[in-house]
Structures are given as structure tokens and as C-alpha cells.
Nanobody
Framework: QVQLVESGGGLVQPGGSLRLSCAAS????????MAWYRQAPGKQRELVAA???????NYLDSVKGRFTISRDNAKNQVYLQMNSLKPEDTAVYYC????????WGQGTQVSVSS
């Protein structure tokens, strides 16, 4: 079973930036599409960004142009660069295989507030 560990969250002012990281255990990371999800209080978890095994990306409409997902297969890591953050981006952010195949990690809290 792959284990996922997210990091990089924090409190940031509107307009600020954060870079999230996700470390995945196991040697087969490179054969899976990966994604970042988020869950705000009282809301369902939603897909934020995904990256295929060959680097093709797609994004939630509300984050297009602000967020960038990337992966480093040699390090078994996936990243989410978040720029121009807005209060509505506040949520716990999780990574997982694109089809949510693995158990969820603990997530990392992102709070955007002045």
C-alpha cells in the first residue's frame, strides 16, 4: 500500500504563494497519474489539479492560471505551486492517485486570510 505525506501548507495573506509537496512511498509511483484534492470545512473534497504519467495537466477552473502541478518521478514526489491565493482557496489539501486508489494522508492545511 502506498503511503502519502503532504507538506508545505500554512497561513498566507491573499495574493501570496505556497508550494505544497507530496511524498509517496513505493517504487511504482511513476506509472500512476497523480492529483491534488482539497476539502474546505462543510464541503466535499474536490479535485484541484492532476498530472498524467507523461506530464499532461488539468485544473479546476477556479485555479487555472494560478496553480501549477508537477511531479518528480525520481523522487516519488508531486508538487502544487499556488500563486495569487484567495480566501476561497482555504482548505485541507491532499494528494492521491488520480482515481483515489490509495488511502488518504493527513493532508496539509492552507489558510488564506488577511
Amino acid at each position: 500500500q502506498v503511503q502519502l505525506v503532504e507538506s508545505g501548507g500554512g497561513l498566507v495573506q491573499p495574493g501570496g504563494s505556497l508550494r505544497l509537496s507530496c511524498a509517496a512511498s513505493g517504487s511504482i509511483f511513476s506509472i500512476y497519474a497523480m492529483a491534488w484534492y482539497r476539502q474546505a470545512p462543510g464541503k466535499q473534497r474536490e479535485l484541484v489539479a492532476a498530472v498524467s504519467t507523461i506530464g499532461i495537466t488539468n485544473y479546476l477552473d477556479s485555479v487555472k492560471g494560478r496553480f501549477t502541478i508537477s511531479r518528480d518521478n525520481a523522487k516519488n514526489q508531486v508538487y502544487l505551486q499556488m500563486n495569487s491565493l484567495k480566501p476561497e482557496d482555504t482548505a485541507v489539501y491532499y494528494c492521491n492517485e488520480r482515481g483515489q486508489k490509495w488511502s488518504w494522508g493527513q493532508g496539509t492545511q492552507v489558510s488564506v486570510s488577511s
